[in-house]
């Protein structure tokens, strides 16, 4: 069972930038792509970003330009890099890996935007 792990999250004031990691414990299978997702107030978890194994990107149209997400394969490690940051872009921001069939989670980092 592969194991995601989330870092980075805190507070900025708007205009911040922040930097997000997700660090698999191991080699994921046949992996497809990965994504970055918000949670706010215990609504659903809404995809932010998301990188297929090719390199392809999407961004939901609100972090267009202000939001990059890349990977590192050789360290098994996904980023968010978070500019320009706005205090609707608050929220738990999990990553997630899948596959044929799996979908791993990990445990969330807490984004706050706030002056």
């Known amino acids: 069972q592969v194991q995601l792990v989330e870092s980075g999250g805190g507070l900025v004031h708007p205009g911040g930038s922040l930097t997000l990691s997700c660090v698999a414990s191991?080699?994921?299978?046949?992996?497809?792509?990965q994504g970055w997702y918000r949670q706010t107030s215990g609504e659903r978890k809404d995809v932010v970003a998301a990188i297929a194994t090719g390199g392809m990107t999407n961004y939901v149209d609100s972090v267009k330009g202000r939001f990059t997400i890349s990977r590192d394969s050789a360290k098994r490690t996904m980023y968010l890099q978070m500019n320009s940051l706005k205090p609707e872009d608050t929220g738990v921001y999990y990553c997630?890996?899948?596959?044929?069939?799996?979908?791993?989670w990990g445990q969330g980092t807490q984004v706050t935007v706030s002056s």
């Open positions: 997630n890996a899948v596959g044929p069939g799996y979908a791993y």
């Open positions: 191991g080699d994921i299978p046949d992996l497809i792509g």
